[in-house]
T-cell receptor, first 113, second 110 residues
Framework: SQQGEEDPQALSIQEGENATMNCSYK?????LQWYRQNSGRGLVHLILIRSNEREKHSGRLRVTLDTSKKSSSLLITASRAADTASYFC?????????????FGTGTLLAVQP | NAGVTQTPKFQVLKTGQSMTLQCAQDMNHEYMSWYRQDPGMGLRLIHY???????DQGEVPNGYNVSRSTTEDFPLRLLSAAPSQTSVYFCASTDGAKQFFGPGTRLTVL
């Protein structure tokens, strides 16, 4: 399978705590993206980081990318109950079509109020 | 803008039946894709298109056909449904960076 892997598979934290999710992938990439999926809904794009970038911020989200280790992490700071969802990383292969995404298996985040 | 729309929301088929899942977007995106989502597997790419008249296979294309006659529409056809095609199907379009997903079609094949 081409799929990447995410770790942990499930994470439960208290409101106000930080949540960190990790993603590993297999090939050289053009960019890596993170998506959120609420139960029973479609995916929503959170943030994109290009292969020549090492860190990116968007609001309470911080993404890092280590291309030498083929890994990325997503940090959600000061979590809220509304952050409860599944989080997926997805990569665009270097030289590949821009819409040919390879998704990881996801991390299920539960934020307890 | 409605974004990406998918119909139907739910469908039950018998083995061997055929059907078409509809997908439309009103954002004038050139790129569109179909994914399936199975428990514990994340999303897997079925077929994708980089413009009207151009389609290509993704990771799991067997048993599915697509066409792209217009920029707006990207239907997915199941030729002869099998229980292994029971899944949730998502259509997406992209502006070249982030993807916009439809709400999904939950398909059960008996």
């Amino acid at each position: 399978s081409q799929q990447g892997e995410e770790d942990p598979q499930a994470l439960s934290i208290q409101e106000g705590e930080n949540a960190t999710m990790n993603c590993s992938y297999k090939t050289s990439i053009n960019n890596l993206q993170w998506y959120r999926q609420n139960s029973g809904r479609g995916l929503v794009h959170l943030i994109l980081i290009r292969s020549n970038e090492r860190e990116k911020h968007s609001g309470r989200l911080r993404v890092t990318l280590d291309t030498s280790k083929k890994s990325s992490s997503l940090l959600i700071t000061a979590s809220r109950a509304a952050d409860t969802a599944s989080y997926f990383c997805a990569t665009v292969r270097a030289g590949g079509a821009t819409n040919k995404l390879i998704f990881g298996t996801g991390t299920l985040l539960a934020v307890q109020p | 803008n409605a974004g990406v729309t998918q119909t139907p929301k739910f469908q039950v088929l018998k083995t061997g039946q055929s059907m078409t899942l509809q997908c439309a977007q009103d954002m004038n995106h050139e790129y569109m894709s179909w994914y399936r989502q199975d428990p514990g597997m994340g999303l897997r790419l079925i077929h994708y298109s980089v413009g009207a008249g151009i389609t290509d296979q993704g990771e799991v294309p067997n048993g599915y056909n697509v066409s792209r006659s217009t920029t707006e529409d990207f239907p997915l056809r199941l030729l002869s449904a099998a229980p292994s095609q029971t899944s949730v199907y998502f259509c997406a379009s992209t502006d070249g960076a982030k993807q916009f997903f439809g709400p999904g079609t939950r398909l059960t094949v008996l």
